[in-house]
Protein backbone atom coordinates (compact mmCIF):
# COMPACT_ATOMS: atom_id res chain seq x y z
CA UNK A 1 0.00 0.00 0.00
CA UNK A 2 3.15 2.39 -0.54
CA UNK A 3 2.32 5.16 -2.91
CA UNK A 4 0.16 7.94 -3.75
CA UNK A 5 -3.24 7.68 -5.24
CA UNK A 6 -1.40 7.73 -8.84
CA UNK A 7 0.68 4.92 -8.26
CA UNK A 8 -2.00 2.61 -9.00
CA UNK A 9 -3.16 4.13 -12.13
CA UNK A 10 -0.14 3.17 -13.85
CA UNK A 11 -0.51 -0.35 -15.74
CA UNK A 12 0.36 0.73 -19.43
CA UNK A 13 3.70 0.13 -20.25
CA UNK A 14 5.56 2.72 -22.71
CA UNK A 15 8.66 -0.02 -23.18
CA UNK A 16 9.22 -2.93 -24.44
CA UNK A 17 12.35 -5.45 -25.30
CA UNK A 18 14.35 -4.27 -27.57
CA UNK A 19 16.16 -6.48 -30.19
CA UNK A 20 19.31 -4.97 -29.99
CA UNK A 21 20.31 -4.54 -26.49
CA UNK A 22 17.74 -6.77 -24.82
CA UNK A 23 16.68 -3.47 -22.13
CA UNK A 24 13.52 -2.71 -21.85
CA UNK A 25 13.92 0.06 -23.21
CA UNK A 26 12.44 0.21 -26.48
CA UNK A 27 9.32 3.06 -27.19
CA UNK A 28 6.09 1.26 -28.11
CA UNK A 29 5.20 4.40 -30.17
CA UNK A 30 8.34 5.97 -31.13
CA UNK A 31 8.89 2.66 -32.28
CA UNK A 32 13.17 3.55 -31.10
CA UNK A 33 15.35 2.31 -28.10
CA UNK A 34 16.10 4.53 -25.81
CA UNK A 35 19.21 2.98 -24.77
CA UNK A 36 20.84 1.69 -27.57
CA UNK A 37 19.32 3.94 -30.18
CA UNK A 38 17.64 1.18 -32.36
CA UNK A 39 16.70 1.32 -35.10
CA UNK A 40 19.32 3.53 -35.75
CA UNK A 41 22.69 1.64 -37.90
CA UNK A 42 24.94 3.80 -34.77
CA UNK A 43 24.81 2.63 -30.95
CA UNK A 44 23.39 5.09 -28.92
CA UNK A 45 26.47 6.69 -26.62
CA UNK A 46 27.29 10.31 -25.31
CA UNK A 47 30.06 11.79 -23.93
CA UNK A 48 28.94 13.11 -20.89
CA UNK A 49 27.93 9.72 -19.64
CA UNK A 50 31.50 7.75 -19.35
CA UNK A 51 30.53 5.05 -17.29
CA UNK A 52 27.88 4.14 -19.62
CA UNK A 53 30.17 3.84 -22.67
CA UNK A 54 32.33 1.83 -20.40
CA UNK A 55 29.98 -0.64 -19.86
CA UNK A 56 29.09 -0.84 -24.02
CA UNK A 57 32.36 -0.06 -24.95
CA UNK A 58 34.35 -2.72 -27.25
CA UNK A 59 36.26 -5.47 -24.69
CA UNK A 60 33.02 -6.06 -22.56
CA UNK A 61 31.62 -8.82 -25.01
CA UNK A 62 32.98 -11.86 -26.70
CA UNK A 63 34.53 -9.97 -29.48
CA UNK A 64 35.12 -12.87 -31.79
CA UNK A 65 36.34 -11.16 -34.70
CA UNK A 66 38.95 -9.05 -32.95
CA UNK A 67 40.58 -10.88 -30.03
CA UNK A 68 42.71 -12.77 -32.98
CA UNK A 69 43.34 -9.65 -34.82
CA UNK A 70 46.93 -8.93 -33.24
CA UNK A 71 47.95 -12.42 -33.47
CA UNK A 72 46.86 -12.71 -37.57
CA UNK A 73 48.71 -9.13 -38.40
CA UNK A 74 51.89 -10.44 -36.96
CA UNK A 75 51.77 -13.16 -39.79
CA UNK A 76 50.80 -11.08 -42.24
CA UNK A 77 46.88 -12.53 -42.37
CA UNK A 78 48.31 -15.49 -43.94
CA UNK A 79 45.63 -18.45 -43.81
CA UNK A 80 45.52 -22.47 -45.11
CA UNK A 81 49.44 -22.99 -44.68
CA UNK A 82 51.25 -25.62 -42.39
CA UNK A 83 54.71 -24.39 -41.24
CA UNK A 84 57.47 -26.53 -42.15
CA UNK A 85 58.51 -29.42 -39.82
CA UNK A 86 62.10 -28.99 -38.06
CA UNK A 87 64.24 -31.84 -37.65
CA UNK A 88 66.68 -32.26 -34.94
CA UNK A 89 69.99 -32.05 -36.48
CA UNK A 90 72.74 -34.00 -34.79
Same mark, same amino acid.
Not at 20 to 28: A, I, L
Not at 69 to 72: G, Q, T, V
Given at each position: ?? %??? =???? !? &? ?7 R #? ?8 QK??C??? %??? =???? !? &? ?5 KAK #???T ?9 KS????F???? !???T ?9
Open positions: TK %GTQ =AFGK !R &HNKSHSLC #RCGRRSFHNKTAQC %GYP =AAKT !R &HYEWSV #RRKTGTGRMRYLLPRRKNGF !REGVAKKVTASA
